[in-house]
Structure formats: C-alpha cells, structure tokens
C-alpha cells in the first residue's frame, strides 16, 4: 500500500494568515493526489483534485502543488470557515489511501 | 442535487452483524463506481470497500476482507455494506462516497466526490 504523510498534524492560524499542508507518498503516485476538508458531523468536501485543480465552487484561496511524492495545499488567506482538518488521498492505485490529516485550529 | 444519504448504523455487540445502506440521487447510479470510508474515533479517514457501476469489480480493505460485503442495487439507486463478525475496532463513522474520473489526455484522475454525512457504527459489549 502506499503511505501517506501529511504535516503537520495540527496547526494553529489566525484569520488572514497564508498557511501552507504538505503530504508526502512513500512512492511515486504522478498528480494523483486529492485534498479534502473535514468539518466535525459533516461530510467530507472535495477541495482540490489531480494534485492541482479546484473543485468547482471553492473558493480560489485555496490552491494545490505538487507531483510525484511531494505536494502541498495552501489557504492563501484564512477565513473563519476555513478551520477544519484538512485530508490529502492518494487516488493512484487501491486502496486509495490517505493522510493521517491536518486540523488546522484558531490562535 | 447530488446527494448520498446513510443509514444502518447502531449499537452491535463483538461478532455480530450490521448492514449499512447508502441512498443516491441526483446522479446516475449505475455509471459511478461506489465507495465505503470510515474514520474510527479520533482517527484518520479509511478506505474500506469499492464497487463498479455493474458490480464486476469489487475491491476490500485487508482489514475488512472476509468479514464485509459491498453491494449495490442500481434499479434502486442504493449501496449497501454488510458487515459480520464485527471487533471493536469497526467502531467508526462509515461515509459511501461517489468514485469520479476523468480523462485528461491519457491520464486518469479519481477522486471522492460528493460524500455522504455518515453513519455511526459502535462495535460494544
């Protein structure tokens, strides 16, 4: 299976602060790398796809980089609705497997 | 709308048997492959179990193999998890999820979208 690592495990940030996830596979996996956000009783929203592209609807504070094992996701300006924990997943082969997450919390 | 909607969850003691189910609408069932993911308390998000739009191909989680049956009924739009032989470490929230791709060039992409709001398993004597 290939593993995935995200960091940091949390985060504290202030409203307006630029603020960047990074998740790393154990082996190469292309541009397939997929962010979501996480909300507690919530399901799960698709945020960024094939390591780059923004899912229609979000807002475009929100961007994605990265290829092969290395790939980051940045909020450029924190807003209130941004405090979530924040899941990248792996979509090159089964099973589709995902980071341990990132929950990013107000200072 | 695009929609998924879970049911099934409970109470369920070690060894017993639960059977999940995932409502669609909004979409057409039968061209998306379907998925289960679960996140056990203060855990990460799990794979679980995949299925294609005809049921041809099915895929398990080590984890689950042997234990767990994915299924799905496209004239009813629904999805459904049986799980037997349940271990407290089943305990978790169980999302389906709609298995999208796409083509760019001669590349496919995959990802999880829409998903549903959950369903609480808690395996407990």
């Known amino acids: 299976d290939i593993q995935m690592t995200q960091s940091p495990s949390s985060l504290s940030a202030s409203v307006g602060d630029r603020v960047t996830i990074t998740c790393r596979a154990s082996?190469?996996?292309?541009?397939?790398l997929n962010w979501y956000q996480h909300k507690p009783g919530k399901a799960p929203k698709l945020l960024i796809y094939a390591a780059s592209s923004l899912q229609s609807g979000v807002p475009s504070r929100f961007s994605g980089s990265g290829s092969g094992t290395d790939f980051t996701l940045t909020i450029s300006s924190l807003q209130p609705e941004d405090f979530a924990t924040y899941f990248c997943?792996?979509?090159?082969?089964?099973?589709?497997?995902f980071g341990q997450g990132t929950k990013l919390e107000i200072k | 709308e695009v929609q998924l909607v879970e049911s099934g969850g409970g109470l369920v003691k070690p060894g017993g048997s639960l059977r999940l189910s995932c409502a669609a609408s909004g979409f057409m069932f039968s061209s998306y492959s379907m998925n289960w993911v679960r996140q056990a308390p203060g855990k990460g998000l799990e794979w679980v179990s995949s299925?294609?739009?005809?049921?041809?191909?099915?895929y398990y989680a080590d984890s689950v193999r042997g234990r767990f049956t994915i299924s799905r009924d496209n004239a009813k739009n629904s999805l459904s998890l049986q799980m037997s032989s349940l271990r407290a470490e089943d305990t978790a929230v169980y999302y389906c999820a709609r298995d999208y791709d796409f083509w760019s060039g001669p590349y496919q992409y995959n990802w999880f979208d829409p998903w549903g709001q959950g369903t609480l398993v808690t395996v407990s004597s």
């Open positions: 299925i294609s739009g005809s049921s041809s191909h099915i």
């Open positions: 997943q792996q979509s090159s082969i089964t099973p589709r497997t």
């Open positions: 082996q190469t996996i292309s541009s397939n």
